[in-house]
Nanobody
């Protein structure tokens, strides 16, 4: 059974930093694409950053230069380092793993709130 557990969210002032973690069980991150999404109140869920099996990262334009996605294969954990946070980054952040024909899985989400 695949389970993803996010952590690291919280309340931070604008300009601050947070690091989100997504720990997996039942699957191995280094063999599958993993991504972070976010959903703000009243808005659709959007892709924030992704990392491929080969370790190539991609980012939404809105977070380029501020966020960094990384993977620790030994800990089977993916991180999202978020710097220079803005109030518009406020959202619930979700981790997702794409297991191809076996479907994709989501974590429960972690709340990030950026105050101005």
């Amino acid at each position: 059974q695949v389970q993803l557990v996010e952590s690291g969210g919280g309340l931070v002032q604008a300009g601050g930093s947070l690091r989100l973690s997504c720990a997996a069980s039942g699957t191995t991150f280094r063999f599958n694409p993993v991504a972070w999404y976010r959903q703000a109140p009243g808005k659709q869920r959007e892709l924030v950053a992704g990392i491929s099996k080969g370790g190539v990262a991609n980012y939404a334009d809105s977070v380029k230069g501020r966020f960094t996605i990384s993977r620790d294969n030994a800990k089977n954990t993916v991180y999202l380092q978020m710097n220079s946070l803005k109030p518009e980054d406020t959202a619930v952040y979700y981790c997702n793993v794409d297991l191809s024909v076996w479907g994709d899985y989501w974590g429960q989400g972690t709340q990030v709130t950026v105050s101005s």
